[in-house]
């Protein structure tokens, strides 16, 4: 799903798979997606264009909503940079843009890209809020950090 129904159109012309669909979404939710019907949900570089952190636990809330029992969220965001980070981040902006891009758009156009870093701590609360378990960060210090949390399945016999 995508808000952006031009996203949608280039998704549906580039892939053609069986049982894979596109759909262009309301920007908030994922309706009209139902109840417990999926197996994974997965997000990639899209919270780190959400300007607003109750978008982005809507989103959360959303896919434990639409999880089966035992289904799996994997969800990319951006976490504040540690320091090295920054320190290369700025090293890359002082260098200017590569020469292929320069005439496309200079280093000031970054600043004008909407969206936020939430801390891990951010993060974890929204899953544990919306009643995901099991929550793992991976890909701390890198530009891609990654959690995955579990919706709980109810216990099982061999689980008494
Ligand atoms: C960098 S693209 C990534 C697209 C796709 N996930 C991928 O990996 O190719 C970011 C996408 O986030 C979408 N987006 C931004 N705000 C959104 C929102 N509130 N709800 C749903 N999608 C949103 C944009 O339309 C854009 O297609």
């Known amino acids: ?27 908030e939710d994922l309706r009209p997606l139902r109840d417990a019907t999926a197996d994974f949900v997965l997000t990639f570089t899209v919270f780190q264009h959400m300007p607003d952190l109750g978008l982005i636990e809507g989103y959360v809330s959303e896919a434990a909503r639409i999880l089966k029992p035992g289904g799996v969220l994997a969800a990319q965001w951006n976490k504040p940079p540690a320091p090295v980070e920054v320190e290369s981040a700025r090293r890359i902006v002082a260098a200017g843009p590569p020469r292929s891009l320069a005439r496309k758009a200079g280093p000031e156009d970054r600043s004008r890209v909407p969206g936020r870093r939430v801390p891990v701590a951010r993060i974890r609360g929204m899953c544990e809020r919306s009643g995901l378990e099991g929550v793992a960060v991976r890909g701390e210090g890198t530009l891609f950090a990654w959690v995955w949390s579990r919706k709980p399945a109810p216990a099982t016999q061999s689980d008494v």
């Open 1 to 27: 799903m995508d808000v952006s129904e031009e996203m949608v159109r280039q998704a549906e012309s580039l892939v053609h798979h069986e049982g894979v669909s596109f759909q262009v979404g309301n920007g």
